[in-house]
Structure formats: structure tokens, C-alpha cells
């Protein structure tokens, strides 16, 4: 019993701790905001890692989720006769939902991993304390330049997977289930409002600050060498892809309850 | 000292990290022109004596003095903007990995809005200075362990610093670049009158590099003389040191003392 009092304990304890490290990392990235040095050039080729070079990765997943959710839209709608649904489905699903989740958990895989890699191993070989002999300020120049490129670049990717998972769904129903094309993209938008599109790139964007701040903040705070790196690379997946699943469910709740 | 006020002067700083006490109630003064070189046991703190002067570790209690103007006090801000006045030499060189070598070495001028162009040719010129041609435009990751040392000596003195850090400048380098880097710190201190710290626990390089020797054992400077009295100090715990004997008043900690124990058995 004692054992399990001090495991919750020292469990409770860790959570609080990193709770806090993500508000405190949170708050001291978007108090340097206001002003100068921007770093315009870390910016800019974040902005082309996180964006550009998570392109293949967003699209292949959208592609291939439209496609398998136009698959099951149809046979279930199949057996009431309602079959011309299958487009609002997979679009609503796509747009609203399945859009910023999926990109969010590909790109905390991709780019979330790489933060806390790229800072675990400059903290662990004394890069970080470089930067401050060196008259700058880390958060600053790493995590700053860092958090507005995520944040920035996850609604746009979440745009172009929306679309590809959008056209994934339309050519399995038209090509394959021989569904009306003119039905189809009719039925697709018809339904389909402005807040739906808008609501999935404002989880998007939130997702890229949960994604952002976790990968930052647990390579930057990272101890013990190549296994600390490891260890924080692992969780900073981890912790993030939980939050987003998470956070969906509330911010879902908020939006449209 | 005739009544000149130190450069750095450290007053009763401590530090510990959970019930480990590394720092207690350490004194150091530090004269303007003045090369310091803090030696001990590996583990004693002397890493942790120069990040808390820089600002890297929040010390426990003390206060660390440059030019007479408390550090430990100023906002994080104007403590970065002092930082301007300084360089460090880390133990592993701590270059940019993914900055070329000239990037790395006018960091610190580039941050302060130079052009690229004469950042660059500033970088050349200390590169030249530390006796590398054609490096420049390498990266980090192709350079040798000496090579990466002295762009890390390039980088520290780049923008012409006050005060100089220098931590272990000689670990994991072979004799011969061990002399190099020597020579390139004697030649800078000579040459500029910079101000300088240096942690290492190779005492030839101590020998060579500085005006003043302190050791640091037990968590506080036990003793400081002029670096030639080095080899002719009586001190017991000085003696022990410098001749490398595991008995001695010097106590190599717990687990230490069961080595000896075992080695002596």
C-alpha cells in the first residue's frame, strides 16, 4: 500500500513538475515575442522544415485516410440505401476532425522528435550554455523561432491534407464505387459551412503550440547524455500525441457543445 | 594589490545539488590582467565554480563581484548584455553543429548585427590567429578533436572579450596540441592583458598558462599561490595534488577510500 501511495506520489510530483516547465517555457517564449531579435532566418528555415519537409509524409496519410474512409462510408450507407452521403462523411470527418488530428500526430512524430533530439543533444554537449556565453539568449534563438513555425505551419498542411483526404475519398467513390461525380461534390459541399473548415485549422494551431512547447522544452531541459536524449525524445512524442488526443476532445467540446 | 579593485571577486558563494555539497563558502579574488587557474580532483566543482560566475547555475548563497557590480543580482536581460565582455572555452569546444566554422567563430559579431562579409573576415583573420588556413567553410563535424579546440579558442576570443574562461583547454588533446593550445593562451594573455579563469587539472598547462594557481578541494579554496611556486609549496593537500598520491589528507571520497582499501588488500 505504501509502495503504491509513494509510486502515485512521486508520479503526481513529475506531472506537476513538467506541467509547469511547459507553462513556464510557455509563457517566457511568448513574453520574448514582443520584442527584438526575431531571428528572422531560424524562423525561416523552421518554417521549411516543419512545413516543407513534413509535406510527403501529411499528404501520403491524408490520401490514404479519404480513401479508406470513403471504403467504409460507402458500405455502411450501403445497407440503408444512402450511399450519396458517403462525400459529406468523408469530407465533415476529414475537415473537422480527422484533418488536424492526423497531421498533428505525424507531424509530433516527425517534428515534435526532432526538437527534443536537436536540443537534448545541444544541452548535452554544452551548446546551450555556448549560446549564453555567447550574449544570446537560448529560448530566444531555439525555441521561440521554433514555436511560431510549428504553430504557423500546422493549419497549412492541415489545408492541404484536408484536400488531398477530400480527393482520396472522391476518386475510391467515383473511380471504384462508381458513385455520380456531380452527386458527389455536390452533397460534399452542400452541407459543408465555414465553421467546420475553420474549426479544424484553430485545433490545428493549437496543436502546433502543444507540439512546439513539449519537443522544445524536453530537449531543452534534457540530463544525461545520449540515453537523456533518448529519454526526452521518446517522451516528448509521447506526451505530445497523448495531449493532442486529449485536448481534441475538449477543445471539440468547446467549439461545438 | 596596491588597493586596485579585482576584476572578479567571488564572496562566499556555495552550491550544492540535492545534499551534495559541492561549493562552500568559496572566496576568490581575480586582478584586472591576471590568469587564475582553479585546479582539484575531478568532481570537486571546479565546472560548477566558472557556470555559476557566468550565470549558467543559480548558486545557493554568496555574491559574485566584476568589477565590483554584483552579477548574481542583474536581470537576466543585463546579464546577457555583460555577456558581451566575455568568452569561454568549453571543455568539448561546444560548437554549433549546424553553423560552419566561420558562422561559429563570429557568432557572437553576427548577433550583434555585423555584416556577413566582415563577420567573415574577422572569423578568418582569429582563425589565422590560432593557426588554421582553409577551415572556414567546413563544418564542425569535419574538423579533428585540436582542430575543434582551437576554432572553440577562435570563437572565445572573436569578439574581443575582457575576461576569458577557459574549462579543462587541454583534456582529451595529445601533447604535442596540448602544447598548441598552451602557447595560443599565453600568447593571447600576453598580447591583449585579457583577464583570465581557467579550471583544469593538467598542471603543466596550469603551470604554463597562469600567474596564479588556487586549489579547490573539499568544496572551498584551500590554498592559492603564484603559479611558479607550484612545484616548491609545502602545502600537504598541494603536495598531494601536484605529485598524483591517492593517500594523503586530500579524502578521495567514500567510495574512493574502498578502492584504495581494495588496491591496498
Known amino acids: 500500500m505504501i509502495k503504491l501511495l509513494t509510486a502515485t506520489g512521486k508520479l503526481t510530483e513529475s506531472l506537476c513538475i513538467h506541467m509547469g516547465l511547459y507553462a513556464t517555457t510557455f509563457a517566457g517564449t511568448v513574453k520574448r515575442m514582443g520584442s527584438r531579435p526575431w531571428h528572422m532566418r531560424m524562423l525561416l528555415q523552421q518554417a521549411e522544415e516543419v512545413g516543407v519537409q513534413s509535406l510527403p509524409v501529411v499528404m501520403l496519410t491524408a490520401l490514404f485516410t479519404g480513401m479508406v474512409l470513403a471504403l467504409q462510408s460507402y458500405i455502411v450507407f450501403h445497407r440503408f440505401a444512402a450511399e450519396s452521403l458517403t462525400g459529406l462523411v468523408v469530407s465533415m470527418s476529414l475537415v473537422r476532425e480527422l484533418g488536424p488530428v492526423l497531421v498533428g500526430l505525424m507531424v509530433a512524430g516527425r517534428v515534435g522528435a526532432s526538437f527534443a533530439a536537436e536540443l537534448g543533444t545541444m544541452r548535452v554537449t554544452e551548446q546551450i550554455d555556448a549560446l549564453w556565453t555567447l550574449s544570446t539568449d537560448p529560448v530566444r534563438y531555439l525555441i521561440m523561432p521554433r514555436l511560431i513555425a510549428v504553430t504557423l505551419m500546422m493549419p497549412l498542411l492541415v489545408v492541404i491534407a484536408d484536400f488531398i483526404g477530400i480527393y482520396g475519398g472522391y476518386a475510391i467513390s467515383v473511380h471504384v464505387l462508381d458513385q455520380n461525380p456531380v452527386v458527389y461534390i455536390e452533397n460534399t459541399t452542400i452541407y459543408m459551412e465555414l465553421e467546420d473548415f475553420y474549426s479544424g485549422l484553430v485545433k490545428a494551431a493549437f496543436f502546433g503550440v502543444l507540439i512546439g512547447i513539449i519537443g522544445c522544452t524536453e530537449g531543452f531541459n534534457c540530463k544525461g547524455g545520449a540515453a537523456g536524449v533518448g529519454t526526452a525524445t521518446t517522451r516528448a512524442v509521447v506526451i505530445s500525441c497523448m495531449s493532442i488526443l486529449v485536448s481534441d476532445y475538449f477543445l471539440t467540446a468547446w467549439m461545438f457543445g | ?265
Request: proline fraction near 4%.
Open chain 2, 1 to 265: 594589490m596596491n588597493g586596485e579593485r579585482p576584476r572578479i571577486s567571488i564572496r562566499g558563494l556555495s552550491k550544492r545539488f540535492n545534499s551534495n555539497v559541492v561549493l562552500e563558502d568559496v572566496d576568490l579574488d581575480i586582478m584586472p590582467g591576471n590568469s587564475t587557474t582553479v585546479i582539484g580532483m575531478s568532481g570537486t566543482g571546479k565546472s560548477v565554480l566558472i557556470k555559476c560566475i557566468l550565470g549558467l547555475l543559480k548558486p545557493d548563497a554568496g555574491e559574485i563581484l566584476v568589477d565590483g557590480e554584483n552579477w548574481l543580482t542583474l536581470p537576466k536581460n543585463e546579464q546577457l548584455q555583460r555577456m558581451q565582455r566575455i568568452g569561454m572555452l568549453f571543455q568539448g569546444a561546444a560548437l554549433f553543429d549546424s553553423l560552419k566554422v566561420w558562422e561559429n567563430v563570429s557568432f557572437a559579431l553576427l548577433m550583434q548585427n555585423m555584416g556577413k562579409k566582415e563577420a567573415q573576415e574577422r572569423a578568418i583573420e582569429v582563425l589565422e590567429w590560432v593557426g588554421l588556413h582553409g577551415v572556414a567553410d567546413l563544418m564542425p563535424a569535419e574538423l579533428s578533436g585540436g582542430m575543434a579546440k582551437r576554432v572553440g579558442l577562435a570563437r572565445t576570443i572573436c569578439h574581443k572579450p575582457d575576461i576569458v574562461f577557459f574549462d579543462e583547454p587541454t583534456t582529451g588533446l595529445d601533447p604535442i596540441m596540448s602544447d598548441v593550445i598552451n602557447r595560443l593562451i599565453v600568447r593571447l594573455h600576453k598580447g591583449s592583458g585579457t583577464t583570465m579563469l581557467s579550471i583544469t587539472h593538467d598542471l603543466k598547462s596550469a603551470a604554463m598558462i597562469s600567474d596564479h594557481i588556487a586549489l579547490l578541494c573539499h568544496g572551498r579554496i584551500h590554498r592559492k599561490i603564484a603559479a611558479s611556486e607550484l612545484h616548491s609549496d609545502q602545502d600537504p593537500m598541494l603536495r598531494q595534488f601536484v605529485e598524483g598520491r591517492a593517500q594523503g589528507p586530500i579524502n578521495v571520497s567514500h567510495w574512493g577510500q574502498k578502492i584504495e582499501e581494495a588496491i591496498d588488500r
